[in-house]
């Protein structure tokens, strides 16, 4: 099992900033991309990004050039910087970690508890 812990949601102004951090713990061994999702009142959840093992990274198309992930793999921690943010980035937000199980070659789903991030104008 990996377990998730998240911090750094908050109430933040139109066009300010905010970084999201999220650790993992337990059984690490075979993560590979770790990410972020959001969901918002009302609304199925969102991919927001991903990073690869590797650094490889994508993103919606609404957080482009605004959102940056991040990972350290030594503190096994993904980041997301989000700026310019908007009234519409109001959700929870998800951390997501995929670990594939060396024995089965299976991949593993994981998911953080999730914190919200609320955007006033």
């Known amino acids: 099992q990996v377990q998730l812990v998240e911090s750094g949601g908050g109430l933040v102004q139109v066009g300010g900033s905010l970084r999201l951090s999220c650790v993992a713990s337990?059984?690490?061994?075979?993560?590979?991309?770790m990410g972020w999702y959001r969901q918002a009142p009302g609304k199925e959840r969102e991919f927001v990004a991903r990073?690869?093992?590797?650094?490889?990274?994508n993103y919606a198309d609404g957080v482009k050039g605004r959102f940056t992930i991040s990972r350290d793999n030594a503190k096994n921690a993904v980041y997301l910087q989000m700026n310019s943010l908007k009234p519409e980035d109001t959700a929870v937000y998800y951390c997501?970690?995929?670990?594939?199980?060396?024995?089965?070659?299976?991949?593993?789903?994981?998911w953080g508890q999730g914190t919200q991030v609320t955007v006033s104008s």
């Open positions: 337990g059984s690490i061994l075979g993560i590979n991309a």
């Open positions: 990073i690869t093992s590797s650094g490889s990274t």
């Open positions: 997501n970690v995929i670990r594939r199980d060396m024995a089965t070659r299976r991949d593993y789903n994981y």
